[in-house]
């Protein structure tokens, strides 16, 4: 038997070593993707982000535990760097999984990013895919979490969690971070900690003035509706919920799940989930086209020779890196 | 374009009941330093825990650390966990204070390879390589 | 304590010095020199190497006498000449039996101090018939289930004539429940019973990593337990800090120093918080240091250790008890520097680091035995380990005066060093939020993970050389250590009778004695009284421990604290 035949049979080892073949773009593998598309699009996509040290995996670890609570399957993707040097990635999410069943109703699979840096590995959403063809009704995806904002999450998840803490300063500096941006619900984590009542209530006035400046701003017709408010609501109430927890002594986690499928049924009503997912169609055709121009047109513009001829003429004063690449790019018109 | 050698993945697990975990960090680093992604599940991890990661993780090794003198207990169990899971492919090995006339036991019942005190890292991943190479697969993907 | 002038021409003699030296360190073929834990060493040291040795003061800040404020150079006045450090063997054995045939032993050879090693499934709450203890129960220590075992051990044994250290920590209330149980049948009043528990569950989380509940609640059970101690067990050493196996994780002799007082640190100011005074809990509050191979730097670390914690004691915790200021400390010799290449060596290894752990003044000391990185010790080399000790206090001579090192220019500018070295710790540890938040980060795990990896990597570039394992090495080398063979058949037999007792004994009664449990677990009251209902009803170790789990939640470590770089 096949992999693939394997896989819709539910065999979970089959399902692993077809992530491989994603992961490691083997020969053929979007012909699999393809051939698995029309099995997905059931399973919900809950991206969590924050800064190093938030407590994601116990948050994650905690969720799913609810979502299997509930009798829903769970798939979990976890993604660690990769080492720039040495290409190498020590994976820890699991560490914090603990006595999850061993029955198949969850799947965790550990990713390293293999030099992407949106916070994610560029197969994510591809695994995200065969997750969901595979039949898990939840997907979490947990990003790296190194500090900077990692923006993939939001072109890969239905619903994105922000996870904070006392120590990620102060709502100014997180506006200026774009975590406001992106975030559907808000975890403050360890709320038992100095300084956290503080900071959610200066995260709820940023907020508040926010979803002000927006509205108004979007009445006029000066700003378009951002990813997840949805344009034209009537929604006074549109601001983020900010769920506080305390993961390490599983506190408040339930009140933090609740407001996540809170979320989801307010933007299934609302219509935003499925012009959301159309977005990231739009975003997903466009980037296997970009990969595929890259892969076979872009590595055709120039060869080494030429490539080596052109720095020889920029060194020497002769010419500049536009006109190099002006000239280049005409001479692979007309080659064409 | 030439076709890049084989990711190496390698999962590093702690069975049984003790914690030190000083050699099995170490190695976890030095794998990772020679461009290996290294899945580490932590402490006290049953045999089904580490084979069913094992599994979901698709990895090509499973490392095991025992320093407990229980490896006559829980290097068999893990493999006969691996039968039963149809993993048996992947590769067992494992480092720890064991005596002699157990590694030989333990290889003849299929642990790849055992490690003991005072082995070098790179002795470790040099053995990992070829045994990684060495492996053949004959699955169709479609 | 030297005087400025003095310092002064002595720094002008050594540039001339250093002028000649120079043409003989064309030579020197080693780039680096420096300690074990990595800490560059001088070539040279004089009075002008001691930072403010030029001050008045410096002698009596720094130094002192033996017996008096800092106690760097000793605790006692007269030190060994008073009295030799007490040669502590730790031991396991099998089953609760063999371990009383044992006991009996020592007491009749005029032995009075008893030491008990678990095995792991009683380190870590569970019971012997749990399926996670399978292929460990009884190994590396005995199995303790119920009280029942606890009075096999004792049977017999006058418990208000013996001293009993039991190594052990995440249960460590369970355990000492019951040794008070199997007292009180005994006849034996609380107050004479006398003993020492390790019960340092900070260095579980940081290194050893036999933790069961997460730190806040077990350092509570701790509290608890030391309140309890002071009123009614008053003989009782409650806790004993412990580096030796931060050490043994990775740590360097730094971090082993300066993570062990945070540790200690951590405890008084819990305890103070819970309402108890200083002075009534620290006179028996004691250390236990590792004895690595660098034989000056660990000298200095025990001497800056008990400067460090004199003063703190005094000027931040407010012990006005002088006995509040001694840092007392056992010694072990670093396990983790043993090879198992030609394992004789390790003889000489454990004589150089036992001898470090005398200069240092330690209080007892273990040396390990030779054979322990290919298996569990023979009876042969724990002869010979302690029969170093007996060579170092007999034949040497270095029990002769007190500090003898005290005033050499080299060892008190290094005590100086650690002092600092550790004070830049405990900074960085109260910058992250105290020892909790280091914990709970991942911060000492991963600092240690770190040092360990660098360590290792300087032994296989040989930057570092260890004898026999990447230098003088013997090619096929052919071990001839007899090794000790595992017997499985005890194991089934302390399982069955675990599931004997929990059969046989009164369960109305244990259930009452469980709730009563959970009831103190989940409010503020003293744990303690709780956990001695349960040990008196037979409730076993892992059902104590069950009842916590469910109400503290059980511990895992942080992805944070496996990075290592």
């Known amino acids: ?336 | 374009m030439p076709k890049k050698p084989k990711k190496i993945r390698v999962l590093l697990a702690k069975p049984g009941l003790d914690g030190h975990d000083r050699g099995i960090k170490v190695i976890a680093a030095a794998f990772r330093d020679a461009g290996m992604e290294v899945i580490y599940t932590g402490l006290r991890q049953t045999p089904e825990m580490i084979v069913d990661a094992a599994v979901q993780e698709d990895v090509d090794a499973v490392g095991i650390s025992i320093l407990s003198g229980a490896h006559m207990t829980l290097f068999p169990a893990i493999l006969d966990e691996m039968k039963r899971r149809g993993a048996d492919e992947i590769l067992l090995f494992g480092g720890g204070i064991i005596p002699d006339e157990d590694i030989e036991e333990l290889e003849k019942m299929g642990v790849a390879r055992l490690f003991t005190p005072g082995a070098p890292t790179d002795d470790v991943i040099n053995y990992l390589r070829k045994a990684v190479e060495a492996k053949k697969s004959d699955e169709e993907v479609m | 304590m030297y005087d400025k002038e003095h310092i002064e021409e002595l720094n002008a003699r050594l540039k001339d010095w250093d002028v000649e030296a120079e043409k003989q360190r064309a030579h020197k073929s080693l780039p680096r020199f420096f300690t074990v834990s990595g800490v560059d060493i001088d070539e040279l040291y004089t009075p002008a190497a001691i930072d403010g040795g030029d001050d008045k003061e410096y002698y009596w800040t720094n130094i002192g006498l033996p017996g008096h404020f800092p106690y760097t150079r000793g605790v006692h006045h007269t030190m060994y000449r008073g009295r030799l450090w007490t040669m502590r063997q730790f031991a396991g054995m099998g089953t609760p039996a063999q371990t009383h045939d044992r006991f009996v032993y020592i007491l009749k050879q005029g032995g009075t101090g008893l030491s008990t090693a678990f095995d792991l499934p009683t380190l870590m709450g569970y019971d012997s018939d749990h399926s996670r203890s399978l292929g460990e129960v009884g190994k590396c220590g005995v199995a303790v289930d119920t009280m029942a075992d606890m009075e096999i051990i004792f049977d017999k044994i006058d418990l208000a004539k013996v001293s009993t250290s039991m190594t052990i920590n995440s249960p460590a209330s369970m355990l000492l429940a019951m040794y008070l149980a199997v007292a009180e049948k005994q006849g034996v009043p609380f107050d004479q019973v006398r003993g020492t528990l390790q019960n340092d569950i900070l260095k579980e989380y940081i290194a050893q990593k036999e933790y069961i509940f997460p730190p806040r609640p077990s350092v509570r059970l701790i509290t608890d337990m030391m309140d309890y101690c002071t009123k009614h067990v008053p003989q009782y050493n409650t806790i004993s800090i412990s580096g030796y196996h931060i050490r043994e994780a990775g740590a360097t002799a730094v971090q082993e120093l300066a993570f062990t007082l945070a540790d200690g640190f951590q405890y008084i100011e819990s305890a103070i918080e819970d309402g108890q005074d200083v002075d009534d809990f620290a006179p028996r509050l004691s250390y236990f240091f590792n004895a690595h191979s660098d034989f000056f730097e660990e000298i200095a670390k025990y001497r800056a250790a008990r400067r460090i914690f004199a003063k703190r004691m005094r000027d931040k915790y407010g012990a006005k008890n002088p006995k509040s200021w001694l840092l007392r400390f056992h010694t072990q010799t670093a396990g983790c520097s043993l090879t198992a290449q030609q394992p004789e060596n390790n003889i000489v290894r454990v004589a150089l680091q036992a001898l470090s752990g005398v200069l240092g003044g330690t209080q007892s000391l273990h040396t390990n035995s030779m054979d322990e990185t290919l298996a569990l010790p023979s009876e042969k080399a724990v002869t010979i380990a302690l029969r170093t000790q007996q060579v170092i206090a007999y034949e040497t001579g270095v029990a002769n005066t007190v500090d003898p090192l005290g005033g050499s220019w080299f060892v008190e500018a290094l005590t100086d060093k650690m002092e600092a070295e550790a004070e830049k710790i405990f900074a960085e540890i109260d910058e992250r939020g105290g020892v909790f938040e280091c914990i709970e980060q991942g911060y000492f795990q991963r600092e240690i993970a770190r040092s360990a990896y660098a360590y290792q990597r300087e032994i296989e570039k040989k930057e570092r050389i260890i004898v026999g394992v990447n230098d003088f090495v013997i090619e096929n080398e052919k071990i001839d250590i007899p090794i000790l063979k595992i017997d499985y058949e005890s194991e089934r037999s302390q399982a069955e009778f675990c599931k004997k007792i929990k059969a046989e004994r009164d369960n109305a009664k244990v259930q009452a004695a469980l709730e009563k449990l959970r009831v103190a677990a989940s409010g503020t009251e003293n744990t303690f009284p709780a956990i001695l209902d349960c040990a008196r009803a037979y409730a076993s170790v892992g059902e104590m421990c069950d009842v916590l789990r469910d109400v503290w939640g059980e511990w895992n470590e942080s992805k944070s604290a496996m990075q290592v770089s």
Request: with cysteine.
């Open chain 1, 1 to 336: 038997m096949t992999l693939l035949e394997r896989f819709e049979l539910g065999d979970i080892r089959a399902l692993s070593r077809l992530i491989s073949h994603i992961e490691n773009r083997d020969t053929d593998f979007q012909k699999l993707l393809g051939r698995l598309y029309r099995r997905a699009g059931r399973s919900i996509r809950i991206g969590v982000t924050g800064p190093p040290g938030a407590g994601k995996s116990t948050l994650v670890n905690s969720l799913a535990r609810l979502c299997l609570d509930d009798s829903q399957s769970v798939g979990i993707i976890a993604v660690d760097p990769t080492s720039p040097f040495t290409g190498g990635a020590l994976l820890g999410d699991r560490v914090r999984m603990g006595d999850f069943p061993t029955d198949g109703s969850v799947f965790f699979r550990s990713m390293a990013t293999r030099g992407a840096s949106g916070g994610l590995a560029s197969a994510t959403d591809n695994v995200a895919i065969l997750y969901d063809a595979f039949g898990f009704d939840i997907t979490l995806i947990e990003t790296v979490g190194v500090g900077q904002v990692e923006l993939d999450i939001i072109d890969t998840c239905d619903i994105v969690v922000v996870v904070i803490v006392p120590e990620s300063g102060d709502a100014v500096q997180m506006l200026k971070a774009g975590l406001m941006e992106i975030a559907d619900v808000y975890c403050m984590n360890k709320a038992d900690r100095p300084g956290a009542e503080r900071l959610v209530a200066d995260l709820r006035n940023t907020l508040q003035t926010q979803a002000m400046v927006r509205a108004s701003a979007t009445s006029e017709g000066k700003l378009s509706a951002h990813h997840h408010t949805l344009a034209g609501s009537e929604d006074s109430d549109a601001t983020v919920p900010i769920i506080q927890t305390e993961a390490v002594n599983n506190k408040n986690i339930d009140t933090l799940h609740k407001a996540i499928f809170d979320h989801l049924k307010k933007i299934r009503e609302s219509g935003f989930f499925e012009q959301d997912r159309r977005r990231r169609l739009r975003k997903k055709i466009l980037s296997i086209l970009s990969n595929r121009f890259q892969a076979e047109f872009v590595n055709g513009l120039a060869s080494e020779d030429e490539l080596d001829r052109a720095i020889d003429q920029i060194a020497s004063g002769q010419s500049n890196p536009y006109d190099i690449s002006a000239q280049l790019f005409e001479h692979f018109l007309n080659r064409n």
